[in-house]
């Protein structure tokens, strides 16, 4: 039973929560520490999360790119010519890995039957905005030139995220559409951050007992990502920009989270732009609820649903 009065978390996602939350208290975790350390800690908490889920046919690291970024490819068969995701993963632009998102990233390969491609690209501040996307780009551009070499199809590939790897991913199609080269077939948009404007949305799933994440925590995150300084840049913050020809759109958005309002803007804004766009709002999900897949019907649900869009999406054309 949960211990909240009118809990308007799902049971399974509550569970999951306790947990987490249990296991950074366990490893230390409190306010003042370092980055260093709180990427340590985030790394092993989510260890028991990224374990089991399907099994690939084959999985891959390569640096590639002038800086030498790190990726992993998940192949679910090897057979040739597959499409691709190229995943990215959140964190508030400072923490977490393609480590801590193995499972959701074969999760995506083993139900829409596609190659997935993680990057585990430059984190903040030590490595501040436009580092990561100028990474994102290298990477992408390495799968024009060599993906064929590796089995990928350049020509179909998707970009995806989670909550800063959301942001990411919508910045790196905007710089797409601005050299003009291949750009992606879809992006799969896991409750993003768009903005970083408080929100009614802020203040009604921003209790940091009851839910995944807070306000504060966001403005530390864009301040980490951006420094002190104002930064309008649509590719900063993407809610602002002007977001026509971008490819169909897919957003998985949780109800209790704080980025519940700027999703429901991105979702309202793609589609004005002239954007295909499928909003999905998982009512008593939390931020990160997909991590929660081996112990929650509701992601496997989300998950599911995501990668029946995503097949479609990347099926041969």
């Known amino acids: 039973m949960s211990r909240f009065p009118n809990d308007d978390v799902d049971p399974e996602i509550r569970s999951w929560l306790t947990a987490m939350f249990a296991a950074s208290a366990a490893l230390g975790s409190r306010p003042g520490i370092s980055v260093s350390e709180r990427r340590a800690i985030a790394e092993r908490q989510r260890e028991p999360w990224r374990a089991g889920g399907p099994a690939m046919a084959a999985a891959d690291e390569f640096h590639v790119g002038a800086s030498g ?3 992993r490819i998940h192949r679910p068969s090897v057979e040739a010519n597959l499409p691709v995701l190229v995943y990215l993963h959140g964190g508030g632009w400072t923490l977490f890995s393609i480590d801590t998102h193995d499972r959701l990233m074969r999760e995506y390969a083993g139900r829409a039957g596609c190659a997935v491609l993680g990057i585990d690209y430059p984190l903040a501040p030590e490595q501040r905005f436009p580092c990561a996307i100028e990474a994102i780009m290298e990477v992408l551009d390495w799968l024009a030139d060599a993906g064929a070499a590796h089995g990928l199809d350049p020509a179909r ?3 995806g995220g989670d909550s800063a790897g959301a942001n990411l991913a919508v910045a790196a199609a905007l710089r797409r559409r601005t050299v003009g080269v291949v750009m992606p077939l879809g992006l799969l948009l896991n409750y993003g951050a768009w903005d970083g404007t408080w929100t009614g949305s802020y203040r009604r799933y921003g209790d940091g007992d009851r839910y995944m994440l807070t306000g504060p925590e966001m403005d530390e995150f864009w301040a980490s990502y951006l420094g002190q300084e104002p930064v309008d840049d649509p590719l900063a ?3 602002r920009a002007e977001l026509g020809e971008l490819a169909p759109s897919w957003l998985c ?8 309002d700027e999703n429901l803007e991105m979702a309202a804004r793609l589609a ?3 954007v295909a766009t499928e909003l999905r709002v998982y009512p008593g999900a939390t931020h990160s609820f997909l991590e929660a897949v081996s112990v929650s019907g509701l992601a496997d649900r989300a998950i599911g649903e995501a990668s029946q869009w995503l097949a479609g999406i990347l099926a041969e054309r």
């Open 157 to 159: 590939y998707a970009l």
């Open 253 to 260: 958005v949780a109800e209790c989270d704080v980025l519940l």
């Open 272 to 274: 004005k732009a002239g």
């Open 69 to 71: 970024v790190r990726i």
């Open 237 to 239: 913050r993407p809610l």
